[in-house]
């Protein structure tokens, strides 16, 4: 098959475009890049992003590929360094590993915002944090598929989906969540971490007191030991807490950047 015109023109203008920011000026405040975590997806912020742009923020919900801790956090950081300017980073589950790693290195990262999400030290994994405290349930949810390449992409089962997940989400929409949900590869949830960027840069938790992938106790931890600026714990909410209490979550968020 011939290539298109189309492909043609978009290949002509990206051998002629100069490498550029993805914001060429800086903003006056920070650009706020949101990373999703293991069986959710971009969308999962946009009643974050919402209220982040009403208050006069850049927001940019990342697609956190869900294959490996590190190429996830090399695409992140190739991210960061596209945008001139200061950089908040927030990571929901896995999404905290992966901006963890990203961080590091980059000057322009000025606060990590950890949303139901792991912060990890060195050699500590997705796995290992979430089996140190007693809590989770998300072992019996999960449902692996084989990989023709090798290892096994994991699903939350969708019938568990709305109980486990996002419980305090209506039903109707964690019933569509569920069925549009990213997998994570079992591999990223197992690899050990590299150096924690939380022991450099100030960081912030919010967390519900009803989760059940990553246990409360584990959060509350690993938030004090990376002496958190401000830690909120919203009672009865689940693990998607971006989406149950938006505006919480983005409150934090401002906070961080207001620093």
Same mark, same amino acid.
């Given at each position: 098959?011939?290539?298109?015109?189309?492909?043609?023109?978009?290949?002509?203008?990206?051998?002629?475009?100069?490498?550029?920011?993805?914001?060429?000026?800086?903003?006056?405040?920070?650009?706020?890049?949101?990373?999703?975590?293991?069986?959710?997806?971009?969308?999962?912020?946009?009643?974050?992003?919402?209220?982040?742009?009403?208050?006069?923020?850049?927001?940019?919900?990342?697609?956190?590929?869900?294959?490996?801790?590190?190429?996830?956090?090399?695409?992140?950081?190739?991210?960061?360094?596209?945008?001139?300017?200061?950089?908040?980073?927030?990571?929901?589950?896995?999404?905290?590993?992966?901006?963890?790693?990203?961080?590091?290195?980059?000057?322009?990262?000025? %606060?990590?915002?950890?949303?139901?999400?792991?912060?990890?030290?060195?050699?500590?994994?997705?796995?290992?944090? !979430?089996?140190?405290?007693?809590?989770? !349930?998300?072992?019996?949810?999960?449902?692996?598929?084989?990989?023709?390449?090798?290892?096994?992409?994991?699903?939350?089962?969708?019938?568990?989906?709305?109980?486990?997940?996002?419980?305090?989400?209506?039903?109707?929409?964690? %019933?569509?969540?569920?069925?549009?949900?990213?997998?994570?590869?079992?591999?990223?949830?197992?690899?050990?971490?590299? !150096?924690?960027?939380?022991?450099?840069?100030?960081?912030?938790?919010?967390?519900?007191?009803?989760?059940?992938?990553?246990?409360?106790?584990?959060?509350?931890?690993?938030?004090?030991?990376?002496?958190?600026?401000?830690?909120?714990?919203?009672?009865?909410?689940?693990?998607?807490?971006?989406?149950?209490?938006?505006?919480?979550?983005?409150?934090?968020?401002?906070?961080?950047?207001?620093?």
């Amino acid at each position: 098959m011939r290539p298109s015109a189309f492909t043609f023109a978009v290949a002509a203008a990206l051998a002629g475009a100069p490498s550029q920011p993805l914001y060429a000026a800086p903003h006056a405040r920070p650009t706020i890049i949101l990373v999703h975590g293991a069986f959710a997806e971009s969308a999962s912020w946009n009643a974050v992003v919402s209220r982040l742009n009403k208050s006069g923020y850049r927001a940019i919900a990342a697609a956190n590929p869900l294959r490996s801790l590190k190429a996830d956090a090399a695409e992140v950081g190739a991210l960061i360094r596209s945008i001139a300017g200061p950089v908040v980073l927030v990571g929901h589950s896995y999404g905290g590993p992966v901006i963890t790693e990203a961080a590091n290195g980059q000057p322009n990262v000025k %606060a990590l915002v950890y949303v139901a999400a792991f912060a990890p030290d060195t050699g500590e994994s997705s796995l290992s944090l !979430t089996g140190r405290f007693p809590g989770s !349930t998300l072992s019996s949810a999960i449902h692996p598929v084989e990989l023709v390449s090798g290892g096994r992409d994991l699903y939350i089962k969708p019938d568990r989906f709305p109980s486990q997940f996002a419980a305090d989400v209506p039903r109707r929409q964690a %019933a569509a969540m569920a069925v549009t949900q990213r997998p994570v590869a079992e591999a990223a949830l197992a690899e050990p971490s590299g !150096t924690p960027s939380w022991k450099t840069l100030p960081s912030y938790s919010i967390y519900g007191t009803g989760d059940l992938n990553i246990p409360p106790a584990a959060m509350a931890f690993m938030a004090q030991r990376a002496q958190a600026v401000k830690t909120v714990r919203v009672k009865g909410a689940s693990h998607v807490v971006m989406i149950s209490h938006p505006a919480r979550v983005a409150s934090l968020i401002e906070l961080a950047a207001s620093r």
